[in-house]
């Protein structure tokens, strides 16, 4: 099977979540959707009140069809993008893909570590699971 680097493999994060904004969780399609370069379609998701993510258990969920993929906080729907979504580049979310689940640390989003960072860190997940229609 031919392999394709990345951004044109494309990239879809089901759930991101960084320390400054614990109330806020993000779902971001990454590929070359806005021409050569990597580019992304994201949005983001609040909890009320200033609660955090990391004080419960949520569910976080993609519903990923060849023309539209969905994204949800517990059972709020958040984003939706398509392929006319904004961006005119390719739709490359179109092939399987593989499921990582990872503390992100440093990178240009959001930065690098610094003396406010809080080391070690959890990840706590209950289940994750996988349903097709094929």
Known sequence: MPTVGWPKCGEIDIMENIGKEPGTVHGSLH?????????????????????RFADDFHLYAVEWEPDEIRFYADTNLYAKFNRQSPGGGPWVFDHPFFILLNFAVGGDWPGNPDATTKFPQAMLVDYVRVYTTR
Not at 31 to 39: E, H, I, K, T, V
């Open 31 to 51: 590929g070359p959707l806005n021409g050569p370069g990597a580019s992304n379609l994201s949005a983001s998701f609040t909890l009320p009140d200033g609660k």
